[in-house]
């Protein structure tokens, strides 16, 4: 492919990869870029939400022009704990992804329907044979296989669907902990786009990444159905199994195959609890536009860094998740949850942003555990040591 050799090339067109690239054109529009996606559109087939708080107001001018709905507050609900939370909640949709992308990047600087066959620190290959050369090549592929990672696994199946009547939803429904538990911890969520359209996911956390789709679809037909909601069509489905970080190394999942720079969750750059990476991907994003030296080498050194940093700052968060896989009974894992959302507000989104305090984690872990001592204490202590970074 004919272009500039001194291009910035970003392999893979998800959320982190569009998110650098829409970055880089509005605040080095002087950097020569080319964005590649496999598939025919960018994006893929996604819904994405974030807390009002999970994104820095500064940041806010890359990601509002995506946002398709917001809400004011958004409930809770857990057997002993029922809450509406007056925090902004913000959903985007991923044909408004493409759509913007597709706006913001002149055509030599976009290209889909690409399959890459192999990186290299000055350039791709393509599964057709084809090169293309640059001084800085960024992979932003998806996960791939997290190598040095100690992995729980979020899975879930969600359905945009429309329902022939209203359904009355007036918020999202983030956490509905009131459904079966048997598995371990699940919730159903939901998202009223409007009167007649809502996504409905069934999402349970599991130390398996493997997912049975027709059986979590099954469960929204029932829950559906449980909620009196009356019939209604899929628009679209999704399906994903995220990450859940409990421990590991993240030097080594940077340091196996060429020293190509990454993005999102190959990166590791995903918040250790909820596997989301949204808040990351804006971050990393503007950390990368603001880079003088725009090289594989220098992208390289700087992105790790930044992964290291992030993963020594989150270790409670592993923690935590080492107490809800490893030490909670699995039917009871749900009263971690519960017991958080007692909490104020703050608290509750400082934890999401991956901001938590001192007074934050000391906050979260007061009061009568939730979990059999002993476990909590091997899960803490021992269940699962870390390598130094």
């Not at 291009?7 to 998110?19: E, K, T, V, W, Y």
């Not at 393509?126 to 932003?140: F, H, M, P, S, T």
């Not at 703050?346 to 001192?358: E, K, M, N, V």
């Amino acid at each position: 492919m004919a272009g500039d050799p001194n291009r910035l090339i970003i392999a893979g067109g998800g959320l982190s990869g569009c998110l650098a690239a829409l970055a880089l054109a509005k605040l080095r529009p002087e950097v020569p870029i080319l964005l590649i996606e496999q598939g025919e559109r960018f994006g893929g087939n996604h819904i994405w939400s974030f807390f009002d708080p999970d994104v820095a107001p500064e940041a806010r001018w890359l990601v509002d022009p995506l946002i398709e709905r917001n809400w004011p507050a958004y409930d809770i609900a857990f057997p002993k704990r029922r809450r509406t939370i007056p925090v902004g909640y913000n959903s985007i949709r991923s044909d408004r992804l493409d759509a913007l992308t597709r706006s913001a990047l002149r055509p030599e600087q976009r290209r889909t329907g690409a399959v890459i066959d192999r990186l290299a620190v000055d350039h791709v290959l393509l599964a057709a044979g084809e090169r293309i050369d640059g001084a800085a090549i960024i992979d932003a592929r998806g996960p791939g296989d997290l190598v040095g990672l100690d992995l729980g696994w979020q899975k879930f199946v969600g359905r945009l669907l429309r329902f022939e009547v209203p359904h009355g939803l007036a918020r999202p429904i983030v956490m509905d902990g009131l459904v079966d538990q048997s598995e371990g911890y699940r919730f159903v969520y939901c998202l009223p786009f409007d009167d007649h359209r809502m996504l409905v996911e069934d999402t349970y956390y599991s130390l398996s990444p493997s997912l049975d789709a027709a059986a979590l679809g099954a469960r929204i037909e029932q829950y559906v159905a449980d909620r009196g909601w009356g019939p209604a069509a899929i628009e679209s489905e999704e399906k994903g199994v995220l990450p859940v970080a409990m421990g590991g190394s993240v030097e080594t999942l940077w340091t196996g195959g060429a020293p190509i720079p990454r993005l999102g969750l190959r990166g590791g750059f995903f918040h250790p609890t909820t596997g989301y990476s949204l808040p990351d991907a804006v971050r990393i994003a503007l950390l990368l536009a603001d880079q003088k030296i725009l090289t594989t080498a220098a992208l390289h050194e700087r992105l790790m860094a930044e992964a290291k940093r992030l993963w020594r700052q989150r270790l409670f968060y592993r923690l935590l998740d080492r107490m809800l896989l490893r030490a909670a009974i699995p039917d009871r894992r749900y009263r971690l949850l519960e017991h958080f959302y007692r909490l104020d507000p703050a608290l509750i989104h400082r934890f999401y942003a991956g901001h938590s305090t001192l007074g934050d984690r000391i906050g979260i872990l007061s009061g009568t555990p939730p979990v059999p001592i002993g476990s909590a204490i091997w899960a803490l202590a021992g269940g699962g040591r870390e390598r130094k970074q």
